[in-house]
C-alpha cells in the first residue's frame, strides 16, 4: 500500500518536522495536514535533511482523506471497556497486512494535547495503539509516528501477489446497506449499533476488495427484494 501520514490539527510546528524527519527515516515520503499550525523556520530545523518532505506535503480537509483513501487507519492512546471503541489491529501485525494490499492507506495521528476524538477515530476502517506504560501512555507526536513507521517496516513480508482494497467510501457504502437491512428485518435497535461496530472491524481487518463489497451488496440486495414480496 502507498502509506500517507496524516496530522490532523498539529499544534507544535516543530513536531511536524520531527515528524517529516522520521518519515524519511523510514523511507515514506507522503505527508497530509488538515488544519495544520503555521509552519516556518522551526518545523524547518527539525525536519533537517528531511525539507522536502515538508515542502511536499499536502494540505486537505479529513473529509478528502477519507474520500480518497483505501484504508482509514486511526491511532489512539486510549484503549478498553471504557474508551467506547472497538479493539485495535495488533500493531505487530500491521506491515505484513499492509504489505499484500493495494491502494493508499492514510494513517491519522490527532493533535498533540489531546488527540484525535472519538468521532473521528469511530469513523476509520482500523485502529492501532502503542502500548506504552500506564504510568505515562501519552507519547510525544513524532515517537509516535516513528514507532509505527518502524514496526511497518520491519515486518513487511514478501507477497507473490497483491489484492486491490477496496475504499473507504465503499466500505461505509457496504456499512450503511447492512444497517438499512437490519432495519427491514427488524432487527433490535438496541442491539444493531454494536454489530454494526463489529462488522466495521472485521471488514477493516479483511481489507475487502471492490468486487467482494460489491458481492455483499449484492446479498443484501436480494434479501431487500425478498422482504418487498
Wanted: with cysteine.
Amino acid at each position: 500500500m502507498d502509506v500517507e501520514i496524516t496530522l490532523v490539527n498539529p499544534v507544535y510546528q516543530g513536531n511536524v518536522g520531527a515528524v517529516a524527519r522520521v518519515m524519511k527515516n523510514f523511507g515514506f515520503s507522503k505527508l497530509v495536514l488538515v488544519n495544520s499550525c503555521a509552519l516556518d523556520e522551526e518545523a524547518r530545523a527539525m525536519a533537517s535533511h528531511a525539507q522536502d518532505v515538508l515542502e511536499a506535503a499536502q494540505h486537505a480537509p479529513l473529509e478528502q482523506v477519507f474520500s480518497t483513501s483505501n484504508l482509514v487507519i486511526g491511532t489512539t492512546g486510549i484503549i478498553g471497556p471504557h474508551s467506547k471503541l472497538r479493539a485495535p489491529y495488533p500493531l505487530a501485525a500491521l506491515g505484513s497486512k499492509l504489505s499484500v494490499t493495494e491502494g493508499v492507506v492514510s494513517i491519522l495521528f490527532g493533535p498533540e494535547d489531546q488527540g484525535l476524538p472519538n468521532a473521528v477515530l469511530q469513523q476509520c476502517d482500523m485502529l492501532i495503539n502503542i502500548q506504552t506504560s500506564p504510568e505515562y501512555p501519552v507519547m510525544n507526536l513524532s515517537h509516535a509516528v516513528a514507532v509505527i513507521l518502524y514496526t511497518i517496516s520491519s515486518s513487511k513480508t514478501v507477497s507473490s501477489g497483491k489484492r486491490a482494497a477496496a475504499t473507504h467510501v465503499e466500505l461505509s457504502g457496504l456499512l450503511q446497506h447492512t444497517s438499512e437491512v437490519l432495519e427491514a428485518i427488524e432487527f433490535p435497535a438496541h442491539k444493531r449499533k454494536r454489530v454494526l461496530i463489529n462488522l466495521k472491524r472485521i471488514y477493516g481487518r479483511s481489507a475487502l476488495s471492490s468486487r467482494e463489497i460489491q458481492m455483499l451488496r449484492g446479498v443484501l440486495h436480494r434479501i431487500e427484494l425478498r422482504l418487498k414480496r
